[in-house]
Nanobody, 119 residues
Framework: QVQLVESGGGLVQPGGSLRLSCEAS????????MDWYRQAPGKEREFVAR???????VYGDFVEGRFTISRDNAKNTAYLQMNSLKPEDTADYYC?????????????WGQGTQVTVSS
């Protein structure tokens, strides 16, 4: 059974920083890519960032250089460093992984971690 667990959310003032973590556990052979998405109240889920196995990353347009996604392959963990946070970054942040487990490629989501940007 594969599980993704996010951590690192919380309350931060505008202009502050947070680092989210997402650890994948279970019988994992390989991870093709890991993503971060977010969903604000009353809005659709939005793509934030993706990092593939080779380390290349892509970001949502709104990121504008403020966020950095990284990955520790040995720990099956992805990170999202968020700087210069704005109130509009307030949302639940979800981790997603496309991986191979027991010979089968599958998609998995974490339970989410809440980020609140407010003074």
């Amino acid at each position: 059974q594969v599980q993704l667990v996010e951590s690192g959310g919380g309350l931060v003032q505008p202009g502050g920083s947070l680092r989210l973590s997402c650890e994948a556990s279970g019988s994992i052979s390989s991870i093709n890519y890991m993503d971060w998405y977010r969903q604000a109240p009353g809005k659709e889920r939005e793509f934030v960032a993706r990092i593939i196995s080779g380390g290349s990353a892509v970001y949502g347009d709104f990121v504008e250089g403020r966020f950095t996604i990284s990955r520790d392959n040995a720990k099956n963990t992805a990170y999202l460093q968020m700087n210069s946070l704005k109130p509009e970054d307030t949302a639940d942040y979800y981790c997603h992984a496309d991986l191979v487990s027991n010979g089968v490629r599958s998609s998995h989501w974490g339970q989410g971690t809440q980020v609140t940007v407010s003074s």
